[in-house]
């Protein structure tokens, strides 16, 4: 059996049914973008920068620990109920940040972190509910479409981060802690947005049904599993401690926005080439090309100059996209491993932020982007074993 299709035909996407989806998970990915990416400067603003790297840490382990059950639950009851559980969980943890950051209680903020990593184990497989929604053939598309309006999310919010400090004044407290609780507000949006949206709900086939054991016997799976954790475990640490290490260079939070966006337009801005790219082409082009770009990105990034810094975001948001997206549309045949494999990424990247953060204290942050720069190159794995199946 194989993990790669090559497509036969190109029949139109249902967009309409699809804008639900599409913009929920825009304002999910905006809810990230204001919040969770600048934890580490909270952080450091609570006297605690040493542990700089322990919010992202929290979120990935808490999306670890919930990937699975929102999948589980998703194939029993829907995926409807599981993404508006998602993102109702979502947005309680960005309130409760919201207060902990503005009350300087650390306990609290960190709880706030823990809900919102709960929440992204749920809402990231958004993506998947937008591929079982076309043909086989055109998922790549479809997966692409909904990066690129998730980029729409993260440039709107952007370009309110003068409001959104005039808020943190108006509040008294920083910019980035007023970003908790208007990401709170996105995520509550995006959970009414599912009230509106009808999935189809077609007869699942065959390998649809297999268990995990046996999804992750089928030949190909487990390097799928592999190229899609080292890209998020990559993507995740190098994006949120980046950020301080431009804090560090005399970045001001306008400065710091403009890296966020531009690593989001390399996340999401450039799904409309990179889906039908891969569908097209095949799941090998995708994990090269990814794994080139993700290691290009890490050896960027400790490059003097704010402008090394906005290369290295950018093209760390494009190789994530590209081995994304391949390794996406070849796992989305197979549901039951597709919560365990989430798990999976979200444990690489809650382990790289806090050995990164640790390695940045004591090593500096080159150690660290040279290191991310040798695990890039684990996704041509993927494409080897993606050739064999």
Known sequence: MSAETRPSAAPTLPLGRLAPLYGAQALATGATSVSTILASLIMS???????????????????????????????????????????????????????????????????????????????????????????????????????????????????????????????????????WLVGGGLLGAAALLMLLWKPLAPPLPTRARLSIGQSFAVPG??????????????????????????????????????????????????????????????????????????????????????????????LLGLGWNLAFVTGSKALSRYPAAQGVTDGLGYVAAGTGTLLGGLIIAQMGFAVLAYACAALALLPLLSAWRARGA
């Open 45 to 179: 603003g609570l006297g605690r920068e040493s542990l700089s790297g322990l919010p992202s840490t929290l979120i990935s382990t808490s999306a670890a620990l919930s990937a699975g059950l929102f999948g589980a639950l998703m194939l029993r009851s829907g995926r409807r109920l599981g993404l508006t559980a998602a993102f109702t969980l979502g947005a309680c943890g960005a309130v409760l940040g919201f207060f902990g950051g503005r009350a300087g209680i650390t306990p609290l903020f960190l709880l706030g972190a823990m809900l919102m990593g709960g929440a992204q184990g749920g809402y990231q497989q958004a993506r998947y509910a937008a591929a079982e929604s076309v043909p086989e053939e055109r998922r790549g598309t479809a997966l692409g479409l909904l990066m690129l309006m998730s980029v729409l999310g993260s440039f709107l919010i952007t370009g309110f981060s003068g409001a959104v400090e005039e808020l943190g004044a108006r509040l008294d407290t920083s910019a980035e802690v007023a970003g």
């Open 221 to 314: 799976v487990r390097s799928t599993a592999l190229a899609l954790a080292t890209a998020q475990g990559l993507m995740v640490t190098l994006m949120s401690l980046t950020p301080l290490r431009a804090h560090h260079l005399g970045m001001d939070h306008g400065g710091v926005a403009a890296l966020i966006s531009g690593h989001i337009a390399g996340m999401f801005g450039f799904g409309w080439l990179t889906g039908p790219l891969i569908d097209r082409l095949g799941l090998r082009v995708g994990y090269v090309s990814g794994a080139i770009l993700l290691a290009t990105a890490a050896l960027a990034a400790p490059l003097p100059g704010a402008a090394w810094l906005g290369i290295s975001m950018f």
